[in-house]
């Protein structure tokens, strides 16, 4: 393949991994410093990239050169940002959230794959209770935070409420992309074990909020049912009508999931890989997708579907 071709594909790959709503010119204008006509040379291969600007697009757009070139290398490139107390603190993880699931549903077609191995994290934005409990799990015994080693927690802690608007965007957001998620007899568990665990610690202020989080959790779960039930996406307390956006819900007896999500944006694909419990990685390696997409069918082929059939096994397992 010569040089022009390479160069014209290495942009097309760079173009596939943004929003459709962003101009591709400005953006790698504004990457490289040029000027737009600069820029549209270069794209149109009129005029050679060099190899900085080749390390910097890459870099900058977490686009694969041993990809585009065929290599074959046992290496997969991943991005993302590691939550800390510093540059990158929990109020901007959340905020990331939010950014990630915008880009997402620019694209047209999107579906969102979940392989959950708790109840998916984003449907506790959608009850502020459950969302507050769950900031402070991780701000408490995930992220170490010095300030919140001895804090105890309650329902009607006024720190919570700036995040409520938030909240309710994250919330909304996921409810408007059609999604497939794959559950065990497990997810559930987990956030239940959390709450007695920090009733019988002594880390709630009273055991009135260890009941309003378990009856919260309940209408989560009579919401996650209704979804099934109906197969569609819904926003908290909205009611099943035609057009909303896809539900399929799965449930597998054998495997437990690890949080793993997989998004098909248009023509692009992208993978979340989730680790330390908080945080995600992602990538846009076609081999790596595609590898990931067939495992999702094949599991989910070995599963159960609940959602608009099988009303004897959805009411069993709700």
Known sequence: MEGTQLQQLFFQQIKNTLSPRKSFVDEVADVLNISNDSAYRRIRGEKPISFEEIKTLASHFKTSVDQLLHLQTDSFIFSGRITNNSDFKFDEWQKSVLIHLQTINTFKPN??????????????????????????????????????KTKKFSVHDEYYKQYYELWRTISNTYAAIPSTEIWSIENIASTIHQIEYYRATGSLKSDDDAICILDKLMELIDHLEMQAE?????????????????????????????????????????????????????????????????????????????????????????
């Open 111 to 148: 579906h969102y794959y979940y392989l959950a191995k708790e109840i998916p994290f984003l449907y506790y934005y959608m009850i502020p209770e459950i969302a507050a409990f769950k900031s402070y799990f991780f701000l408490k015994s995930i992220l170490y935070y010095e300030d919140w």
């Open 230 to 318: 109906y197969g569609v996406k819904l926003c908290f307390k909205q009611k099943p009508i035609k057009g909303l956006p896809v539900y399929k819900m799965f449930v597998n007896e054998l495997i437990i999931g690890d949080n793993m999500q997989f998004m098909e944006l248009g023509d692009n694909q992208v993978t979340y890989i989730n680790h330390s419990v908080i945080n995600f990685i992602m990538t846009q390696d076609a081999a790596f997708n595609n590898y990931t997409k067939k495992t999702f069918d094949i599991i989910s082929q070995k599963s159960t579907l609940l959602s608009e059939t099988n009303e004897k096994e959805r009411l069993m397992f709700f």
